[in-house]
């Protein structure tokens, strides 16, 4: 099989997650990812999309016209063979270093007592990778995660 790429541009509003998540669905499911794959890849692009709409510059809109401004998030997917891969990119600024000790903290479960840290405790548990990187612009973070599946 050969690599396969989709990439959506996203108003940073709650009211598109769905759509991106039957988007990346659809497109997986014809590729020949089975349905317990399709909806742990759905978790995984719902929290990440929420995560750029919450903490990303989106404001936490829950449609686009609550965007504090035109604020984006950009989405690429790829399959291979026995795997895929999602990156999704926010333009909110943020640490990258604050948001890593969220990614592995120091004892390996989260502050339960902070409302942040939980959804990337949750997500490494479905991933077999998870990273965040300063997005090719510097104007927000790009968080990749990796899963292999149909072992």
Sequence with gaps: MTDHFLRLDLPAAHSDVRVARNVIRHFARLLGVSNGELDQLGLVVSELLA???DHGGG?????EADRPTDVRMHLEFVIRE???ELAVT???GGDLEEVRAFLTPPDGIP????DRGRGFFLLK???DRLEVAESEDSGGLTFSAIRR???
């Design 51 to 53: 995560n750029a709409i």
């Design 59 to 63: 404001g936490a809109a829950l449609n």
């Design 82 to 84: 026995g795997e895929w």
């Design 90 to 92: 926010d333009q909110g």
């Design 111 to 114: 502050d339960l007592e902070d």
């Design 125 to 127: 548990q479905m991933v």
């Design 149 to 151: 599946y149909g072992d």
